[in-house]
């Protein structure tokens, strides 16, 4: 009890100090802080920011060759049994889904309605994509090879759904990655 009272007393000595020095200064708390009114806000600096931001934000279809990209890797490297490395791309590929689900959790067709693709992306991490995350941690190959496989209907399915059925997914035959070795064991 006594301790907290020490402690109390000094905190208010130090806050009493540092209200002191700014009053002797001449420095004193902004008008609007004193009132508790809010800053005036710069709407034209603001609406100038939000555009710039806009213009820079990578488009879907960028965010989502990422996830081709990750996606392809991760298939080689669970053919080669490099499961820290199959991991590591199943991760990849799930945050940068994620990130688009970040950018815009909804997208329109071409016919103009609205798909929540963060709907689709839940059904999916909580089925195609545990299935394939278990098999990497399981090192078990044959469920690896049938988990990416309906991982991709999955991927497909959200494809049609958005109004893009000419976006067909297959298993990879060329490894996107040519720096990266698969293998397991260190070169």
């Given at each position: ?9 000094c905190g ?13 200064s001449?420095?004193?708390?902004a008008k609007d ?12 600096a ?10 820079i934000?990578?488009s879907n ?15 080689f490297?669970g ?8 991991m ?7 945050n ?5 689900l ?9 016919e ?8 689709i992306f839940?059904g ?14 399981d ?23 958005a109004?893009?059925p ?8 060329v ?13």
């Amino acid at each position: 009890m006594l301790k907290s009272l020490m402690v109390f007393l000094c905190g208010a000595l130090i806050g009493g100090l540092i209200v002191w020095r700014l009053a002797a200064s001449g420095q004193t708390p902004a008008k609007d802080q004193v009132k508790g009114e809010t800053p005036k806000i710069d709407l034209t600096a603001l609406n100038n920011d939000v555009a710039r931001l806009k213009s820079i934000t990578p488009s879907n279809s960028h965010i989502m060759e990422d996830v081709s990209f990750h996606y392809s890797n991760l298939w080689f490297a669970g053919q080669k049994k490099n499961w820290p490395l199959a991991m590591f791309y199943y991760n990849e590929t799930r945050n940068h889904i994620r990130w688009l689900l970040q950018k815009n959790p909804t997208t329109k067709t071409p016919e103009g309605e609205v798909v929540n693709l963060q709907g689709i992306f839940d059904g999916l991490d909580t089925s195609s994509l545990a299935m394939l995350k278990k098999s990497i941690e399981d090192k078990r190959i044959d469920e690896f090879t049938s988990a990416y496989k309906l991982m991709l209907d999955g991927c497909y399915s959200c494809h049609k759904s958005a109004g893009r059925p000419y976006l067909r997914l297959g298993v990879p035959t060329v490894a996107p990655q040519s720096i990266v070795s698969y293998n397991p064991e260190a070169n």
